[in-house]
């Protein structure tokens, strides 16, 4: 093989800069990537939400009052309520899982999520989707048992 002198190929430098701008670049489409699954995930509980909001005023409606107040399990005196018990049980996007607060145990009605892993920041970005981003005030808020919650009436 005859290699002449003029032919030159990449330095050592030349590639490590090239590897570190890459590295940059797929740091920050990383940090965009989460932003958008996260938001993904949160868009899709606040519609599984109001499913379920729906749903308890349909009851509501039909039956002239709310369910009683249950933990976790959808309140077993709501017989007929079209909600499906496996979207109940999953967990929120949140973390954590849904839970009816009836108005026999509160002073008010609503749907909160006990045991929320997520971090603040994503809890007010689920609050931005669904309501006014202050979580002391509006339907989606942190009410005085440290829950989050939808409240539907109070």
Same mark, same amino acid.
């Given at each position: 093989?005859?290699?002449? %002198?003029?032919?030159?190929?990449? $330095? =050592?430098?030349? =590639?490590?800069?090239?590897?570190?701008?890459?590295?940059? =670049?797929?740091?920050?489409?990383?940090?965009?990537? %989460?932003?958008?699954?996260?938001?993904?995930?949160?868009?899709?509980? &606040?519609?599984?939400?109001?499913?379920?909001?729906?749903?308890?005023?349909?009851?509501?409606?039909?039956?002239?009052?709310?369910?009683?107040?249950?933990?976790?399990?959808?309140?077993?005196? &709501? $017989?007929?309520? &079209?909600?499906? *018990?496996?979207?109940? &049980?999953?967990?929120?996007?949140?973390?954590?899982?849904?839970?009816?607060?009836? /108005?026999?145990?509160?002073?008010?009605?609503?749907?909160?999520?006990?045991?929320?892993?997520? /971090?603040?920041?994503?809890?007010?970005?689920?609050? $931005?989707?669904?309501?006014?981003?202050? =979580?002391?005030?509006?339907?989606? %808020?942190?009410? /005085?048992?440290? *829950?989050?919650?939808?409240?539907?009436?109070?």
């Amino acid at each position: 093989m005859n290699v002449t %002198r003029n032919q030159r190929g990449f $330095t =050592l430098l030349e =590639l490590m800069v090239v590897v570190a701008i890459i590295g940059i =670049l797929v740091i920050a489409g990383m940090s965009s990537y %989460r932003q958008f699954v996260v938001r993904s995930q949160l868009t899709e509980m &606040a519609a599984t939400l109001g499913q379920f909001d729906r749903e308890f005023e349909i009851w509501k409606q039909a039956n002239g009052r709310y369910p009683n107040d249950s933990h976790i399990v959808l309140p077993p005196d &709501a $017989t007929g309520l &079209a909600i499906n *018990r496996t979207d109940w &049980a999953k967990k929120t996007g949140l973390g954590g899982n849904w839970n009816w607060e009836g /108005p026999d145990g509160y002073s008010y009605a609503g749907i909160s999520i006990v045991g929320i892993t997520a /971090p603040e920041e994503d809890i007010m970005q689920f609050d $931005t989707i669904l309501d006014d981003g202050n =979580l002391s005030s509006g339907k989606f %808020r942190k009410t /005085p048992n440290g *829950r989050y919650t939808y409240i539907m009436d109070e």
